[in-house]
């Protein structure tokens, strides 16, 4: 039983819906065409009964969402190129040591993806960070004691 979306994204002409798991249910991805037929397109497995895909965001040809373990991850921004074929494009635990737990908000700024990340870390000012891809790279832009829900907008003056 899929329990909500998290997250929406229009991609090569179809809906896009991040989810969150229940009762055991893999946290998945589901693509809504324009006929109306849903299909899973991406699933990631954990032993947390409550994970999910959010920050669904269209970025240089591809859609990237980031998958939240909750407790025991993984915890990474997945991509995909054609909407069906899924990986992993950056695993946070791996790269920054630490569980980044919840996308604050996504954002298309001159060329350059920028991701907010909110830890459930007790250590905020350590591992709430802000990360930019650029060129195919990842990184840290800025570390600090950021908490609640942030949201990113872009004002064209």
């Known amino acids: 039983i899929v329990d909500w979306g998290f ?4 991609f090569q002409g ?13 946290a998945l991805i589901l693509r809504r065409t324009p006929a109306g037929v849903y ?12 994970d999910y895909y959010t920050g669904l965001t269209v970025y240089s040809g591809a859609l990237y969402a980031h ?17 069906t074929t899924w990986a992993t494009d950056l695993d946070l635990n791996a790269t920054f040591t630490i569980t ?7 954002l298309v700024h001159n060329g350059d993806l920028y991701w907010v990340l909110i830890s459930g870390s007790s250590d905020v000012s350590t591992t709430n960070r802000i990360l930019r891809r650029s060129g195919g790279t990842w990184t840290s832009v800025y570390t600090g004691n950021v908490t609640g829900p942030i949201g990113v907008i872009e004002v064209e003056e």
């Open 100 to 106: 980044t737990k919840q996308t604050g908000g996504t």
């Open 67 to 83: 998958y939240y373990g909750v407790a025991n991850g993984p915890w990474n921004i997945r991509r995909s190129t054609d909407g």
């Open 14 to 26: 179809n809906l896009y819906i991040g989810c969150m798991d229940d009762l055991g249910v893999d």
């Open 7 to 10: 997250s929406m994204a229009v």
């Open 39 to 50: 299909s899973t397109v991406d699933t990631q497995t954990s032993t947390d009964e409550s």
